[in-house]
T-cell receptor
């Protein structure tokens, strides 16, 4: 079974530039997550999709960050314009979990390798 | 307000001994808890989980204990092996709200 694919692995940009990250989840996984992991901290959820709908984007800085999951499969996360404090690893994850459904079975998330973003 | 806390940033143990990693949470709505392991330059990988209706779950060398009244969980690794050296993240989920939260991790070093 292929894992979660992310690209690029590394990206260096100047502040105020824009950047986009791509994620291809595991086939058949309904839920897709984007996390931001700053050095020394745990992953922080940015946005969570179930199929192509947004479940939670409460911690997404919407003035500069945007994400979409067209057709409920691949997803892109964009930052425009980037700030120095956006330097982090951006992790994509997917799971079979369906949130908010009766008798939903809790399952783990499968993570990609992440994209390390450096803003200079 | 950090809802999931791992108060020990690092832990060092001798090979063959027990490793105990701790995690505290504040949100009483959390009903599912997971531990992930992370090696450098890789994404976290799932290790073990526990539902709030249980107080213990065991998988080989790994056991997770949940104390709901204390809002505390711990991961026991027995016996510890050098390959267990990694960062361990505790995560908690509120299934009804669809929210999951990670702690900041504990770096485990197992010395040969």
């Amino acid at each position: 079974e292929a894992g979660v694919a992310q690209s690029p692995r590394y990206k260096i940009i100047e502040k105020r530039q824009s950047v986009a990250f791509w994620c291809n989840p595991i086939s058949g996984h309904a839920t897709l997550y984007w996390y931001q992991q700053i050095l020394g901290q745990g992953p922080k959820l940015l946005i969570q999709f179930q199929n192509n709908g947004v479940v939670d984007d409460s911690q997404l800085p919407k003035d500069r960050f945007s994400a979409e999951r067209l057709k409920g499969v691949d997803s892109t996360l964009k930052i425009q314009p980037a700030k120095l404090e956006d330097s982090a690893v951006y992790l994509c994850a997917s799971s079979t979990q369906r949130w908010g459904e009766r008798d939903t079975r809790n399952t783990e998330a499968f993570f990609g390798q992440g994209t390390r973003l450096t803003v200079v | 307000d950090q809802q999931v806390k791992q108060n020990s940033p690092s832990l060092s143990v001798q090979e063959g001994r027990i490793s105990i990693l701790n995690c505290d949470y504040t949100n009483s709505m959390f009903d599912y808890f997971l531990w992930y392991k992370k090696y450098p330059a890789e994404g976290p990988t799932f290790l073990i989980s526990i539902s709030s209706i249980k107080d213990k779950n065991e998988d080989g060398r790994f056991t997770v204990f949940l104390n709901k009244s204390a809002k505390h969980l711990s991961l026991h690794i027995v016996p510890s092996q050098p390959g267990d050296s990694a960062v361990y993240f505790c995560a908690a989920s509120d299934t009804n709200a669809g929210k999951s939260t990670f702690g900041d991790g504990t770096t485990l070093t197992v010395k040969p």
